[in-house]
């Protein structure tokens, strides 16, 4: 196995224990790290097919607390703007998609320094538009996950049916985008071999965050994963500031 692949593994294995143990989607971990070692467009296809893997254990254990009116009013809007912000990725350089990515992971990482609880009003208006904005930033940069989130949050849902609702949305999410990654050529051949290896890295990265957890006090080192977050988002931002001129 090349340098390069042994790389992504480690990427991938990292990013889920850091967001199990940070309690938001190991994406937003997966997309800033791997796009320094491959393609953007390459690295959008594998934190989708990544984050999917993850979704599916979920999805597994917690089966039978699906909220199906949530999933209707949230998911239906998140899936149908996931295919749009994906149809647009082909449209755009990797250093406009990068500094997009940047921009965003600063602006929802700040957000969340400064209000760890934040959660947006519940009703069906809101529930549609979170629904189609993340939908949209997940389809366009390849992670949306703190938004689903910080809209679900406030439908106060016991634990289980938040995890499997949340989980159902965003499985549904990437399998919409997905496929048209895929056909539009954003995966070259040579990464498939690698995407079992990744469904592996999502089941032991996962276990040994949950692991974990219970021994550090998860507030403090949320923190620290979103200061790390805007420190490698402020970098992209700089690359791409360069490229462009």
């Known amino acids: 196995m ?8 480690i990427i991938a294995l990292f990013s889920e224990i850091v ?10 971990i997966f997309m800033p790290l791997a796009s320094y070692f491959v393609e953007f467009k390459t690295a959008l296809v594998l934190a989708a ?36 912000g994906a149809t647009l990725v082909g449209d755009l350089s990797q250093t406009v998609l990068k500094f997009l990515l940047g921009i965003f992971l600063i602006v929802v990482s700040v957000i969340f320094l400064i209000r760890p609880k934040l959660a947006f009003p519940v009703n069906k208006k809101s529930l549609v538009l979170g629904g189609g904005i993340s939908g949209f930033m997940a389809g ?10 910080s809209f679900l949050t406030g439908l106060k849902m016991e634990k289980e049916k938040y995890i ?6 965003a499985l549904g999410t990437d399998a919409t985008r997905i496929p048209y990654y895929i056909s539009s050529g954003f995966l070259p051949e040579q990464y498939y071999y ?38 490698v988002s402020i970098k992209f ?9």
């Open 2 to 9: 090349e340098l390069g692949f042994i790389i992504l593994l």
């Open 19 to 28: 967001g199990t143990m940070a309690g938001f989607g190991s994406s937003t």
């Open 49 to 84: 097919i990544f984050h999917l893997f993850g979704n599916i254990s979920r999805i597994t254990f917690f089966r039978h607390g699906l909220d199906k009116n949530v999933l209707l009013i949230f998911g239906i809007p998140s899936f149908v703007l996931s295919l749009l």
């Open 140 to 149: 366009l940069i390849g992670t949306g996950g703190a938004l689903r989130a």
């Open 164 to 169: 499997a609702t949340s989980a159902v949305i």
């Open 194 to 231: 690698l995407i079992p290896f990744l469904f592996g890295m999502a089941v032991v990265g996962s276990y040994i965050g949950r692991k974990i957890v219970t021994k550090i006090d998860q507030d403090k080192f949320k923190k620290m994963v979103l200061i790390g977050v805007i420190l």
């Open 237 to 245: 931002i700089i690359d791409s500031i360069a490229e462009f001129l």
